[in-house]
């Protein structure tokens, strides 16, 4: 039982380049969630899914998009990479129910973008 | 707008005595509140929740106070232990989201 798993761990962009974020679990969880950490910001929500093929904006969507094709996996992409979102990015999940708040954590990702 | 405080970027207390981390929000919104524990190079870890329909709950050597009037969380680790120090996120929920503090560095002495 791997629980949540993030690929890559590490990347550096060009400024302008595209990449994608992959997040999958194994816990047969209905949310999953995108975050990002800045220094001094504490976790800021980017996007977030509350089961198979839906997708929702959080507090930070800008410059983002996401895809969950597969109850699995969690996609995050970033189409034209800037400087602003060199961050540590975390991925989340939960299981379904009222309070989806005890979330389970992937290990981050931690991109620069020069 | 910050709806989660937590004004105490860091802690330091010594083995053996009560840890005390402190949080304030302002969305009246929120019903769950949680605190996450992180180490370096790590994902954050759940670690102890309330609702908000209570003013304490308690699991160990941890417990969460809920002061609902005051808007104001606080987490107690008694005794403290060297495993605890790392970073401790406060975090809010409502509408299947939550919200983060920026987190309190907590260091445990010898």
């Known amino acids: 039982n791997a629980g949540v798993t993030q690929t890559p761990k590490f990347r550096v962009l060009k400024t302008g380049q595209s990449m994608t974020l992959l997040c999958a679990q194994d816990?047969?969880?209905?949310?999953m969630y995108w975050y990002r950490q800045d220094p001094g910001m504490g976790l800021r929500l980017i996007h977030y899914?509350?089961?198979?093929?839906?997708?929702a904006k959080g507090e930070v969507p800008d410059g983002y998009n996401v895809s969950r094709l597969k109850k699995q996996n969690f996609l995050l992409g970033l189409e034209s990479a800037a400087p602003s979102q060199t961050s540590v990015y975390f991925c989340?999940?939960?299981?379904?129910?009222?309070?989806?708040?005890?979330?389970?954590f992937g290990p981050g990702t931690r991109l620069t973008v020069t | 707008d910050q709806q989660v405080k937590q004004n105490s970027p860091s802690l330091s207390v010594q083995e053996g005595r009560i840890s005390i981390l402190n949080c304030d929000y302002t969305?009246?919104?929120?019903?769950?509140f949680l605190w996450y524990k992180k180490y370096p190079a790590e994902g954050p870890t759940f670690l102890i929740s309330?609702?908000?329909?209570?003013d304490k709950n308690e699991d160990g050597r941890f417990t969460v106070f809920l002061n609902k009037s005051a808007k104001h969380l606080s987490l107690h680790i008694v005794p403290s232990q060297p495993g605890d120090s790392a970073v401790y996120f406060c975090?809010?929920?409502?509408?299947?989201?939550?919200?983060f503090g920026t987190g309190t560095r907590l260091q445990v002495t010898l």
């Open positions: 989340a999940s939960a299981p379904w129910g009222p309070n989806p708040y005890e979330q389970y």
């Open positions: 816990m047969n969880h209905e949310y």
């Open positions: 899914s509350v089961g198979e093929g839906t997708t």
């Open positions: 969305n009246s919104m929120f019903d769950y």
């Open positions: 309330i609702s908000s329909i209570k």
């Open positions: 975090a809010a929920g409502t509408a299947s989201k939550l919200t």
